[in-house]
């Protein structure tokens, strides 16, 4: 429904002289995204231009499978942005050029060297217990910390990138100390050993194991749409952290050429596509991310976090875009932190 929605439309945009220029072309895509989400999209470019996507999904080790086939792929798309900063860093980028992402995309959502770009972000939140956390009892990640919540909180284990970015972005907002005082605090209120994912957490607090958990605002409407997890979502509720100073944490989903010369205007064509209105709206509908262009509308599922939350309206949030360099710049320290407390040890 949704392809055949956009279609018109983004063959206007795009024109048709654009499909016929790309039509004997093929762009080769890496990423470690869910295949189902990325998927869709290529058939719906390729019903639109004629462009051929040869995709590779790879779980984990995006970035060494990048080191060690550099030229593999002619664009990279990755759920955790930060890494692309890191590949940056080793000269495995291809800046782009394109005056259509410089036009319609804010700052914020591009390097300053235009080495990758944000397309989708979310927030990283506080899942909590319907039953037993009363609404405004938790409204700062530090609060986790706090002895009332000994042997309450659940998390996947504290070396998961997802992790490592918001430890990472604290210590560039707090300091290094207030970071290291973050995790000792709760590692000390953990209820079990880190393990699973974001989704087992919040299963873990449906079943009482535990009462708060650390997690992508993203999971909510997952959980919420699949009949097997519903109950596990409507037994919790969303706290966006820190509204009251810098806002939460962020996820980033990104995107970047490498360094592969054979198909650069293509594979930039693509990414431009992936920042357009169309681009954006299939993006948000299949991952329930936030999108990077505020013409973008956003779903009735994401309008409806935070409605326990003071001050949160249709799903509106304070953000913290730290930096992406800046993140990189503190991720060994994390590491050498967690390995201090060896924060995935059995409780």
Known sequence: MLIQRLLPIVALTFGIAFAAQAADTTVRVISDRTPSHLEP??????TLTGVEIESAFVDKGLIARL??????????????????????????????????????????????DDAYITLSYRPRVIF?????????????????????WRGRICIRSGYHNYNLSLLSQMAEDQGL???RAFIMGLHANLARRPKGNDRAQVRAIYEGECDLSLGNSYYMPIM???????????????????????????????????????????????????????????I??????????????????????GNRQEGIEGGRF?????????IAAHRDAIVTILDEVDFDSDR
Request: cysteine-free; glycine content about 4%; hydrophobic content about 40%.
């Open 284 to 305: 948000v509908n299949t991952t329930f991310e936030y999108p990077v262009r505020d013409d973008v509308e956003m779903l009735d599922s994401l309008r409806a976090l």
């Open 67 to 112: 080191q060690s086939r550099p030229t593999e792929a002619d664009l990279i798309i990755t759920k955790t942005a930060d890494i692309l900063e890191e590949a940056k860093q080793q000269r495995l980028l291809r800046p782009f050029d394109s005056s259509t992402i410089a036009a319609e995309l804010p700052a914020r959502f591009r390097d300053a």
């Open 318 to 326: 304070k953000a913290n875009f730290i930096p992406l360099d800046a």
């Open 224 to 282: 919420l749409a699949n009949p097997e997890q519903r109950a596990w979502g409507k037994a919790t509720y969303l706290i966006f952290p820190n509204q009251e100073s810098g806002g939460s944490y962020i996820m980033r989903g990104g995107a970047a050429l490498t360094t592969a010369n054979r198909n650069v205007p293509a594979a930039t064509q693509l990414l431009e596509f992936l920042v357009s209105n169309a681009g954006q709206e299939f």
């Open 128 to 148: 909590a217990s319907k039953e037993r956390v009363e609404p405004d009892s938790i409204e700062t990640y530090a609060d986790l910390t706090d002895p009332e």
């Open 177 to 179: 100390p207030a970071a």
């Open 41 to 46: 999209l290529f058939e719906y470019y390729r």
